[in-house]
């Protein structure tokens, strides 16, 4: 929309560029009923795919006539969201790891240096 393409044909590039299919069923739902002369957000609403937040900040975008603006700050939400979640994944499954390497580490050890203990026991006289 920044680039000056039309609202209706923004939506069906993101409809064939979404990889989610239930997401982009929800857009060409929303395609149609704009194409009827509804607003985006009002064919969004009942949507479950979009949160309401979403669809609340779309709503303020076109009454006050800043989707564009709006859109991006939703886009830098998200992305900063999805950003400290991997973050947050990360952090938590560094440990884990880390333990996971621990235990074969001395698996491996216990493997290698019990039937050793076991040969020096039975060379003893």
């Not at 039309?6 to 069906?12: D, F, G, K, T, W």
């Amino acid at each position: 929309m920044k680039s000056g393409i039309p609202l209706l044909e923004s939506l069906v590039v993101v409809e064939k560029v979404i990889e989610n299919s239930v997401a982009a069923r929800e857009i060409a739902a929303a395609r149609r009923v704009v194409e009827g002369g509804d607003r985006i957000a009002a064919a969004l609403r009942n949507s479950k795919v979009f949160p309401p937040m979403v669809v609340s900040m779309i709503a303020i975008g076109e009454e006050s006539g800043a989707l564009e603006q709006i859109l991006e700050k939703l886009s830098h939400f998200y992305d900063q969201d999805v950003e400290s979640g991997i973050t947050r994944l990360a952090s938590l499954l560094e440990p884990m790891l880390i333990t996971g390497v621990g235990v074969m580490v001395g698996f491996i050890a216990l493997s290698i240096y019990l039937p050793l203990f076991g040969l020096s026991g039975s060379l003893q006289p």
